[in-house]
């Protein structure tokens, strides 16, 4: 069993930038594939980004690319989201999840964080 619980989520002005963190706990994440997504009011869970065991092989959401960054620390046991440039439109709340492989599919990740609000003003 593996637990994630985010952090640092927050009110930001259009244009600036937010670290997210997400740090596992029981079982280790570090064999594992893990991943961002986020929604907003009203509508589905949007894929954000993902990054492999090793840390090789980020890669992100058409609308995130080239302003967020995914890391991880395995000795931390703890994945970070690098959010840059923010705008109103990124305003969600952001889950971190744990598979076995990287995938952009909600439904391929076992286990998930209760998320953190981050809201964009403009």
């Known amino acids: 069993q593996v637990q994630l619980e985010e952090s640092g989520g927050g009110l930001v002005q259009a244009g600036g930038s937010l670290t997210l963190s997400c740090a596992g706990s029981?079982?280790?994440?570090?064999?594992?594939?893990m991943a961002w997504f986020r929604q907003a009011p009203g509508k589905e869970r949007e894929f954000v980004a993902t990054i492999s065991w090793s840390g090789a092989n980020p890669y992100y959401g058409d609308s995130v690319k080239g302003r967020f960054t995914i890391s991880r620390d395995n000795a931390k046991s703890t994945v970070y989201l690098q959010m840059n440039s923010l705008k109103p439109e990124d305003t969600a709340v952001y889950y971190c999840?744990?598979?076995?492989?990287?995938?952009?599919?909600?439904?391929?990740?076992?286990?998930w964080g209760q998320g953190t609000q981050v809201t964009v003003s403009s």
């Open positions: 029981g079982r280790t994440i570090m064999s594992y594939a």
């Open positions: 999840a744990s598979s076995w492989y990287n995938s952009r599919a909600a439904n391929d990740y076992d286990y």
